[in-house]
C-alpha cells in the first residue's frame, strides 16, 4: 500500500513525543537525528530542529481522517486548547464548501497539522 509520511521538526524529541502521547501517539524508532511515531494508520516523523521559532514556523501537513470529528474531540480531551493563537492549539472542524471537513492543530512547534475529512 502506498502512503507517506511528513517529516517535521521538533525543537526537543521527548516534548514531543509526550505531546503526541496525550492523545495515541506512540513512538516506533529514535536516536539521536530521527523519531517516528504512530497512531493506528498515521505516522509522524521528526526531524531535529532545536533552534526553531514556533512563532516563524512555516512546516505544515495534512492528516487525512476517517472521522476528524471524533479525533478533534480526542485532542481537546487531552488538554490541547481551542483557540486562535498560540501553540499548542485546535480549531475546530467546519464543513467546508467542497463538502469536506476541516479542523487544525498547531504543536508546541508550530506546525500546523490540518485534520482533513473527506466528503462522504
Same mark, same amino acid.
Given at each position: 500500500m502506498d502512503h507517506a509520511t511528513p517529516n517535521l521538526p *521538533? +525543537?526537543?524529541f521527548t516534548a514531543t513525543a509526550e505531546f503526541y502521547a496525550r492523545f495515541g501517539f506512540t513512538e516506533s524508532w529514535r536516536d539521536g537525528n530521527w523519531?517516528?511515531?504512530?497512531?493506528?494508520?498515521?505516522?509522524?516523523?521528526?526531524?531535529?530542529?532545536?533552534e526553531l521559532d514556533p512563532a516563524k514556523s512555516w512546516f *505544515?501537513?495534512?492528516? +487525512?481522517l476517517d472521522d476528524v470529528q471524533s479525533f478533534f474531540d480526542e485532542v481537546l480531551r487531552s488538554? !490541547?486548547?481551542?483557540?486562535t493563537a498560540g501553540w499548542p492549539r485546535l480549531h +475546530?472542524?467546519?464543513t467546508e464548501e467542497?463538502?469536506?471537513? !476541516?479542523?487544525?492543530? !498547531?504543536?508546541?512547534?508550530g506546525t500546523?497539522? +490540518?485534520? !482533513?475529512?473527506?466528503?462522504?
Open positions: *521538533s +525543537r526537543d523519531m517516528i511515531l504512530k497512531r493506528a494508520g498515521l505516522t509522524l516523523e521528526f526531524f531535529p530542529h532545536p *505544515s501537513c495534512c492528516l +487525512r488538554g !490541547v486548547p481551542e483557540k +475546530r472542524p467546519t467542497w463538502g469536506g471537513k !476541516v479542523g487544525a492543530l !498547531v504543536d508546541p512547534d500546523l497539522l +490540518r485534520l !482533513v475529512q473527506e466528503p462522504d
